[in-house]
């Protein structure tokens, strides 16, 4: 359904798009069985209303899923790529087809990122050869997320802070920062509750409403507040 305060697409996304609760394998299923579906995009792990993980057997299913009706995987890593050296990405060995990431790429300088796999990079190139190349008249993030500053920062931030050995040391602070936070939620009986996925830690209200479908978290009602430390 729509939703208030978004931007409006030039299509009417309740009639391109088919949505499918995280983690749900049965409800994939349904929506890739009509044979309409050309991208699954999703996150490897949800970010913005806390810290979802998938149910155990998830990607396995979702990859035989995949395979089965030719459909391509897009990941966002934007948020998730706090799990470590490679994102959740390489932690959970999805290997999509194309990959996206931004934000802290470039330390809070606007910046962004895209990777294809080798068999995608081909087809889009091969489609592109045919006359296809048209340039973006929309003009959406290309001055900001291309600049010569962005691409300055993110190669210091990848070469300087986002090292494997940075990522393991920002992971022991975010551990002792969400053992810290979730002592102080306890000691004063706070109804909140915390999560971690590596350098990223989420504090949640439990004033939340029941999903159904196996030990999915909660999720918080509208008038719940969420709070998110990211080390990187």
């Given at each position: 359904?729509?939703r208030?305060?978004?931007?409006?697409?030039?299509a009417d996304?309740?009639t391109?798009?088919?949505?499918?609760?995280?983690?749900?394998?049965?409800?994939l299923?349904?929506g890739?069985?009509?044979g309409?579906?050309t991208?699954?995009?999703?996150?490897?792990?949800?970010?913005?209303?806390?810290?979802v993980?998938?149910?155990?057997?998830?990607f396995?299913?979702?990859?035989?899923?995949?395979?089965?009706?030719?459909t391509?995987?897009?990941?966002?890593?934007t948020?998730?790529?706090?799990?470590?050296?490679?994102?959740?990405?390489r932690?959970?060995?999805l290997r999509?087809?194309?990959l996206?990431?931004?934000?802290?790429?470039?330390?809070?300088?606007?910046?962004?990122?895209?990777?294809?796999?080798?068999?995608?990079?081909?087809?889009?190139?091969?489609?592109?050869?045919?006359?296809?190349?048209?340039?973006?008249?929309?003009?959406?993030d290309e001055?900001?997320?291309?600049?010569?500053?962005s691409?300055?920062?993110?190669?210091?931030?990848l070469?300087q802070?986002?090292?494997?050995?940075?990522?393991?040391?920002?992971?022991?602070?975010?551990?002792?920062?969400a053992?810290?936070?979730?002592d102080?939620?306890?000691s004063?009986?706070?109804?909140?509750?915390?999560?971690?996925?590596?350098?990223?830690?989420?504090?949640?209200?439990r004033?939340s409403?029941?999903?159904?479908?196996?030990?999915?978290?909660?999720?918080?009602?509208?008038?719940?507040?969420?709070?998110?430390?990211?080390?990187?």
């Open positions: 359904m729509r208030p305060g978004h931007f409006v697409p030039e996304s309740t391109t798009t088919r949505v499918v609760e995280f983690t749900d394998l049965e409800g299923e349904r890739l069985r009509h309409e579906v991208p699954v995009v999703t996150e490897p792990a949800l970010s913005d209303i806390g810290i993980l998938h149910e155990p057997g998830f396995d299913g979702a990859r035989r899923l995949w395979g089965q009706t030719a391509l995987l897009k990941v966002d890593e948020h998730p790529f706090s799990a470590g050296p490679g994102g959740a990405t932690r959970f060995e999509p087809d194309a996206t990431i931004g934000e802290s790429l470039g330390g809070d300088v606007p910046s962004g990122a895209y990777g294809l796999s080798q068999e995608m990079a081909d087809r889009s190139g091969a489609h592109l050869s045919h006359g296809s190349d048209t340039p973006d008249a929309d003009g959406v001055t900001f997320a291309g600049s010569a500053t691409l300055a920062a993110t190669r210091a931030v070469g802070v986002l090292t494997d050995r940075d990522f393991a040391k920002m992971k022991i602070l975010c551990t002792q920062i053992q810290g936070v979730s102080a939620i306890a004063h009986a706070l109804a909140r509750s915390v999560s971690q996925f590596g350098t990223r830690i989420n504090t949640v209200s004033h409403h029941h999903v159904p479908g196996g030990n999915r978290p909660p999720v918080p009602t509208p008038h719940s507040s969420s709070t998110r430390t990211s080390a990187p």
